[in-house]
């Protein structure tokens, strides 16, 4: 894959990314059109390296919601997965971050670091 097409792919993980904080913190108007404006901007820039995608995906609309707009990306993103580095390219969380269980958690198994 062409360098410029896997920082485009960065940048649109990034974007589904900031459109899920938005959906969780209920964020302004002008957040949700800066996700959609972006997503729009890397979505041309995609095509044009890329021109299958043309028929594959479209441009959202600028009143488009945070929750769609991460869906999008995503779906964009599934199109370029495998040809990604099969390190750090993934939407699943780990159970725990660094060393240590969440805080409150009934019943736990100690983490150790490695």
């Keep these: 894959m062409e360098k410029e097409t896997l920082k485009l792919v960065n940048v649109m993980r990034r974007i589904a990314r900031a459109a899920n904080y938005a959906v969780w913190t209920n964020s302004t108007p002008q957040t949700?059109?800066?996700c959609v404006e972006q997503y729009n901007r890397v979505l041309a820039r995609l095509t044009e390296l890329e021109p299958s995608l043309a028929g594959l995906f479209t441009s959202?609309?600028?009143d488009a919601?945070?929750?769609v707009t991460?869906?999008?990306a995503r779906e964009v993103l599934a199109y370029?997965?495998?040809d990604l580095p099969e390190v750090g390219w993934t939407f699943e969380r780990p159970l725990f971050r660094g060393c240590h269980p969440r805080r409150g958690r009934v019943n736990y198994v100690p983490v150790t670091c490695d």
Excluded: K, T
Aim: net charge negative; hydrophobic share 40%.
């Design 32 to 34: 949700n059109q800066f």
């Design 65 to 67: 919601s945070p929750e």
């Design 80 to 82: 370029f997965e495998s």
């Design 70 to 72: 991460r869906i999008a």
């Design 60 to 62: 959202l609309a600028n």
